[in-house]
Each structure stands twice: as C-alpha cells, then as structure tokens.
C-alpha cells in the first residue's frame, strides 16, 4: 500500500475546484484507491472527470444563473472598453509608456489595461452566481483566456511585423494567463485556506 500523497497539483485543484458538496467524498475515495496502487496518471483522470462532473451539474442546476451571471460579466467588458479603455490607455501611454509602447511592453500594457476589468468582471460573476461561483467564474476565465488569446495572437502576426518589424514569439503571450490569474484571485478561488483537508479521510 502507498504512503505518500497523490499528486500535489491535482488534489489541490480537486479541493478547490471540487463539484460542492461532493468534494469531500470524492478526495476520500480518491485518496482511498490511490493508497491501493492506483497510479498519478488515474488519480489525474478522475480529478479531471470529477470537474467535468461537477461543472456539468451546475449547469443543468443553474444554468439560468450562470447564463445572467456571464451576460452581466461581458456587459461590464464592452461598457469598461466603451467608456473606460481610452482614457486608461492615453493615460498610460502619456504617464507609464512615455509616449508610445513598443513591441516588447504591450503585454504589460494589456496587464495594466485589461487586468482591472477582467477583476471587476469576475468579482461581478462570482457575486451574483453565488450557488455555482466556481463554475461562473472558471466559465469567465476560460472564455476570457479563448478571446485575450485569438486578438493577441491576430494583432502580433498582422500588426506588429509590419509596423515595427517585431518577430512575434509565444511566451510574448504571458500577460493572457496573468490576466487569467488575476481572474480566478477576484472570485475568490485562489483566496482564503482550503475549503477542506483533502488528506485525512473521515
């Protein structure tokens, strides 16, 4: 029988993006069978399987909530990029960029623009889908991770070569998981101590 711990990674995910109020039972389970020979590879696909799970279960649930909740996020998207995005940017770029951001500090300069909202947008999501937070607020970051992705990419490969001659790279893509981050930290899923001990059985 193993005596060591499943995989750090995988139980933290479970413990803190665990199907409510099932999570409990299932970390025990896991913890159970993987005691027993299972191997990391099975513990991560059944962590896995056990999200999918859980956010499939909110969905049939609370759907209608988690429909308004997301609305309600991109509603605050396209009204902060409407009425707030271009005083942020002159500013910036007057203040912070002196005048123009070059090539190599638009991550930064999408960090700074995009990062209040994305909070903004997620504390919104996470407040009022209360019953299903974790899957609000993960819907929120996946989609925002699809999007910030896309325009970046499409902006370096269109944009930038011919304006600045700037030969693109992917980690120039940084500030998409910072914003991401910056995203699940304003739900509240990256705050406070864990839900609930993963490690001892009841």
């Not at 009022?128 to 996946?142: E, K, N, P």
């Not at 944009?159 to 500030?175: C, G, I, N, Q």
């Amino acid at each position: 029988m193993k005596t060591s711990r499943p995989p750090l990674i995988a139980a933290w995910i479970l413990n803190r993006f665990g199907p409510m109020p099932e999570t409990e039972t299932i970390a025990g389970d896991l913890l159970e069978q993987y005691e027993q020979g299972r191997s990391r590879l099975w513990y991560w696909r059944e962590v896995t399987v056990a999200m999918l799970a859980g956010t499939w279960s909110d969905v049939k649930q609370h759907g209608l909530l988690l429909l308004v909740a997301a609305a309600i996020a991109w509603i605050i998207s396209f009204v902060w990029h409407w009425l707030l995005t271009p005083f942020q940017y002159s500013l910036l770029v007057r203040y912070v960029f002196h005048g123009q951001a070059r090539p190599q500090q638009i991550p930064v300069l999408n960090v700074l623009l995009d990062g209040p909202m994305a909070m903004v947008m997620s504390w919104t999501a996470a407040r009022v889908a209360r019953r299903c937070r974790i899957t609000a607020v993960v819907s929120i970051a996946a989609t925002g991770l699809l999007v910030s992705t896309w325009s970046v990419w499409g902006y370096a490969h269109i944009v930038w070569p011919e304006s600045f001659h700037y030969h693109f790279r992917v980690w120039d893509l940084w500030d998409v998981p910072a914003i991401t981050l910056l995203v699940l930290l304003s739900g509240g899923l990256l705050t406070g101590a864990p839900k609930r001990s993963i490690y001892v059985k009841q």
